[in-house]
């Protein structure tokens, strides 16, 4: 009995509360950890079903993104906030102004698409790889449709 007292008083008076807390007591666990991304890429590219993927919503009625959506993905161990920004001609020259702020950036690009489309993707992803707001950032370049016949290999694209 001396040595169950002994316990009740070490728990009660001698260790930090906290300590007895978390020997006891089941708390809210620990926040994750948030990071903010950027999600840029060519109209069509797969930006918004990639992330309706990610947040395991229904890929049916998926629509163009036609100015920005944010989207919380949950992980495991993080969350990611993923701005995503239409890819439209007209929507393309207004991305710099979502850059502040992003911890990283997703480019998705579309390996089946035209020359064209191609090129065009190819100088949108130099031109944000050169801005200041992103050039430090890590960057995931996914190389998108490759279930399409016409999709281009990894190392073509």
Same mark, same amino acid.
């Given at each position: 009995?001396?040595?169950? %007292?002994?316990?009740?008083? !070490?728990?009660?008076?001698?260790?930090?509360?906290?300590?007895?807390?978390? %020997?006891?007591?089941?708390?809210?666990?620990?926040?994750?950890?948030?990071?903010?991304?950027?999600?840029?890429?060519?109209?069509?590219?797969?930006?918004?079903?990639? !992330?309706?993927?990610?947040?395991?919503?229904?890929?049916?009625?998926?629509? @163009?993104?036609?100015?920005?959506?944010?989207?919380?993905?949950?992980? $495991?161990?993080?969350?990611?906030?993923?701005?995503? !920004?239409?890819?439209?001609?007209?929507?393309?020259?207004?991305?710099?102004?979502?850059? $502040?702020?992003?911890?990283?950036?997703?480019?998705?690009?579309?390996?089946? @698409?035209?020359?064209?489309?191609?090129?065009?993707?190819?100088?949108?992803?130099?031109?944000?790889?050169?801005?200041?707001? !992103?050039?430090?950032?890590?960057?995931?370049?996914?190389?998108?449709? $490759?279930?399409?016949?016409?999709?281009?290999?990894?190392?073509?694209?």
């Amino acid at each position: 009995k001396k040595s169950n %007292l002994f316990l009740l008083f !070490l728990f009660c008076f001698a260790l930090p509360w906290q300590c007895f807390r978390a %020997l006891c007591c089941k708390g809210p666990p620990p926040p994750r950890p948030e990071y903010d991304l950027v999600c840029i890429g060519l109209s069509g590219s797969g930006k918004t079903s990639l !992330l309706s993927q990610l947040c395991s919503e229904s890929p049916e009625n998926i629509v @163009s993104t036609t100015g920005f959506s944010i989207k919380a993905v949950p992980f $495991q161990n993080a969350i990611l906030n993923v701005k995503e !920004l239409g890819g439209a001609d007209n929507i393309r020259k207004y991305w710099s102004r979502y850059y $502040q702020g992003s911890q990283g950036v997703i480019f998705v690009l579309d390996s089946a @698409s035209s020359e064209d489309d191609l090129e065009t993707a190819r100088n949108e992803l130099h031109s944000a790889l050169q801005h200041p707001q !992103l050039c430090t950032l890590p960057f995931l370049i996914l190389a998108n449709h $490759q279930d399409k016949p016409a999709a281009r290999s990894v190392q073509e694209v």
